[in-house]
C-alpha cells in the first residue's frame, strides 16, 4: 500500500500529478478542494461555509478541514493506497496527518510566483459540470464555453488576483514551514514543475522508484 502527499502552491499541477499518479497504480486521488467544491455546489451547510471564505481567498479553517480529512479516509476505499492533495497546510495538520498514518513520500511540486500567477489566472471552470480549463495549454472549442454541456465558463472565486495574493501569503506563512516538518522525517522530494505535465510525472516516478510514466498517446 502506497501513501503519498503532493504539496505546492496553486497552479502547480497537484491535481494533474495525482491524478496520473492514481490511474496508473490503483490509488485513489483525494483532493480536498474538490470535496470543498463539492459541498458549495450543493449547497450544504459545509459549503456556504466554505464559499465565504474561499472568496475571501482564505484558507478554511483546521478543525473543518480534519473532520473532511477523516471522514474520507474512514471510507477505506484506498485498497491500494492513496494521493492527497490540499492537505495538510499547517503544522497542526501535518501533525495529525503523521499521527494517523504512515506516509511513504510527500511530492513537493516547485513553481516560481511569476509562472503561478500566469497559470491560476488562466483558469476557467465550468459551474454547471465542473469541467476545468486553462487558457494557456487547454482552451475550449467555443471561447467561454464548456465543450462537455455548453454553459458559460467563471473564473472560480479563489482564482483573482487579490484571491491569489492573499493565499500565497498564507502557503508561504504557514505551509512552507510543514515542508520543514516533513523533511526531519526525510519524506520529501522537490520536482521541478515547470515542464509538461508528462516530464513532471517521470521526475516523480523516479523520485519515488516507482514504475516508470507511460504516456497513454505514445
Known amino acids: 500500500m502506497r501513501k503519498y502527499v503532493i504539496m505546492g502552491v496553486q497552479g502547480s499541477g497537484k491535481g ?4 496520473l499518479l492514481c490511474d496508473d497504480l490503483d490509488l485513489v486521488h483525494i483532493a480536498v478542494g474538490d470535496i470543498f467544491r463539492w459541498h458549495v ?16 481567498g482564505e484558507l478554511v ?10 471522514e474520507r479516509l474512514d471510507g477505506h476505499d484506498w485498497n491500494y493506497g492513496f494521493v492527497i492533495d490540499g492537505f495538510p497546510r499547517n503544522d497542526r495538520q501535518a501533525e495529525f496527518f503523521m499521527e494517523s498514518f504512515d506516509i511513504d513520500g510527500v511530492i513537493h511540486l516547485e513553481l516560481p510566483e511569476d509562472e503561478v500567477r500566469r497559470r491560476v489566472l488562466s483558469r476557467r471552470l465550468c ?8 487558457l494557456i495549454a487547454d482552451r475550449p472549442q467555443v471561447e467561454g464555453r464548456c465543450d462537455i454541456c455548453g454553459h458559460e465558463l467563471i473564473t472560480r472565486a479563489d482564482d483573482t488576483p487579490e484571491a491569489l495574493d492573499a493565499r500565497l501569503r498564507d502557503y508561504n506563512e504557514k505551509t512552507r514551514p510543514v515542508l520543514e516538518l ?25 523520485a519515488l522508484r516507482l514504475p516508470d510514466y507511460k504516456p497513454q498517446n505514445s
Not at 494533474?16 to 491524478?19: C, F, G, R, V
Not at 455546489?41 to 475571501?56: D, E, F, L, S, Y
Not at 526531519?184 to 521541478?192: A, F, L, P, Q, W
Request: hydrophobic fraction near 25%.
Open 16 to 19: 494533474t500529478q495525482s491524478q
Open 41 to 56: 455546489k450543493n449547497h450544504t451547510k459545509i459549503g456556504a461555509q466554505v464559499r465565504r471564505t474561499m472568496t475571501a
Open 61 to 70: 479553517g483546521d478543525d473543518l478541514v480534519e473532520r473532511i480529512v477523516r
Open 127 to 134: 459551474p454547471n459540470c465542473g469541467m476545468d480549463y486553462n
Open 182 to 206: 516533513f523533511r526531519r522525517k526525510e519524506y520529501v522530494h522537490d520536482i521541478d514543475a515547470r515542464p509538461s505535465a508528462d516530464e513532471v510525472q517521470q521526475t516523480i516516478r523516479e
